[in-house]
């Protein structure tokens, strides 16, 4: 796709979660915003008025009972466009996570993937609260085993 900078990394396990972010712009602006596919190393944030890229954000994100305040960029930008079938907004990378941090987005992910993957799966609750429909591997893979 034009003006998206080609991955230089693998890419991260995303989750197409959908929620509300804070986002903070060199502390003058803050405005909510609607974010997707949430990963650990950072989401899509769906808007009408992306910011350029390059620009240092503050991204208040809750998981939880808690709500984090992660420094991040902007890495790429997709306008405001006449189709509908791509969203504008922004991709937006999180930076220097502390463990902390880290392990509060992993539980947040591993929360998604698992209610996903029991809704898409029809399993069971029985089954479910056994670890059944095949989320011991998923989640063995998130965890790199």
């Known amino acids: 796709m034009a003006g998206r900078p080609r991955a230089t990394a693998p ?3 995303r989750v197409a979660s959908v929620g509300e972010v804070l986002i ?3 502390g003058e602006r803050v405005r909510v915003e609607r974010y997707t596919d949430l990963s650990l190393g950072g989401l899509f944030v769906e808007s ?3 910011e350029e890229r390059g620009t240092r ?3 208040d994100l809750e998981v939880g009972p808690q709500r984090l305040r992660l420094p991040a960029e902007v890495i790429w930008t997709r306008p405001v466009t006449i189709s509908a079938r791509e969203r504008s907004g922004m991709g937006v990378a999180f ?3 502390t463990t902390p941090q880290k392990k509060l987005l992993y539980v947040e992910l591993s929360r ?3 209610e996903g993957a029991e ?3 029809g399993t069971p609750p029985s089954e479910r609260a056994r670890g059944g429909g095949g989320l011991r591997a998923l989640f063995d ?3 790199g085993k």
Do not use: H, I, Y
């Open 119 to 121: 809704r898409k799966s």
């Open 112 to 114: 998604a993937v698992r």
């Open 48 to 50: 009408m008025f992306p």
């Open 141 to 143: 893979r998130l965890r």
């Open 24 to 26: 903070g712009v060199a």
């Open 11 to 13: 890419r991260m396990l």
């Open 95 to 97: 930076e220097q996570l």
């Open 57 to 59: 954000l503050k991204v």
